[in-house]
T-cell receptor, first 113, second 112 residues
Framework: GDSVTQMEGPVTLSEEAFLTINCTYT??????LFWYVQYPGEGLQLLLK?????DKGSNKGFEATYRKETTSFHLEKGSVQVSDSAVYFC????????????FGKGTTLSVSS | DAGITQSPRYKITETGRQVTLMCHQT?????MFWYRQDLGHGLRLIYY???????DKGEVPDGYVVSRSKTENFPLTLESATRSQTSVYFC???????????FGSGTRLTVV
């Protein structure tokens, strides 16, 4: 079945450092790919998404490119802030109406000043 | 207010008791989902629903029951709570496919 694998954390960075969180997927067909973020004590918020190969999703300085050839959707940010400290989830959805999101296990990011 | 709301936000219950977690959305989204979040497992799908009176099992349905008599409500019931069901539960809704999914704020359930 479909699955998502993302790098295990925690990831600890200093403010203004470069961030990469790796995400790879296994899926039949052509899924949509998502990154969700969960701040402490809160629910999940959609950070960005991409619906087809070579699409780049971006939001709040974060970017991820849908790479079909490597089945990857790595999350990057050029300069992290303390406020980016959160848990990041990579997820996929088969492009059929009503299919559920399949999540990776999440990566905890901690940014210190 | 528009959105997706879950209640209660926190719940402590005893082993063997029945408990119901509520989920309400105001968008009339067709699809609704229940996930549980556990450390080391990420989010796992419990049940989902494509429309009123249409529900189906997800990855971890054992010990849970759902119903959907109205499009806007999707309650999750633990018929006889066990300690292994201590978790954070998230409800989500969607119009389908790549349009995205919106999550509630979660219910933290502790079974003692």
């Amino acid at each position: 079945g479909d699955s998502v694998t993302q790098m295990e954390g925690p990831v600890t960075l200093s403010e203004e450092a470069f961030l990469t969180i790796n995400c790879t997927y296994t899926a039949t067909g052509y899924p949509s790919l998502f990154w969700y973020v969960q701040y402490p004590g809160e629910g999940l918020q959609l950070l960005l998404k991409a619906t087809k190969a070579d699409d780049k999703g971006s939001n709040k300085g974060f970017e991820a490119t849908y790479r079909k050839e490597t089945t990857s959707f790595h999350l990057e940010k050029g300069s992290v802030q303390v406020s980016d400290s959160a848990v990041y989830f990579c997820a996929l959805s088969a492009n059929q109406a009503g299919t559920a999101l399949i999540f990776g296990k999440g990566t905890t990011l901690s940014v210190s000043s | 207010d528009a959105g997706i709301t879950q209640s209660p936000r926190y719940k402590i219950t005893e082993t063997g008791r029945q408990v119901t977690l509520m989920c309400h959305q105001t968008w009339s989204h067709s699809y609704m989902f229940w996930y549980r979040q556990d450390l080391g497992h990420g989010l796992r799908l419990i049940y989902y629903s494509a429309a009123a009176d249409i529900t189906d099992k997800g990855e971890v349905p054992d010990g849970y029951v759902v119903s959907r008599s109205k499009t806007e409500n999707f309650p999750l019931t633990l018929e006889s709570a066990t300690r292994s069901q201590t978790s954070v539960y998230f409800c989500a809704s969607s119009t389908g496919g790549a349009r995205g999914y919106t999550f509630g704020s979660g219910t933290r359930l502790t079974v003692v």
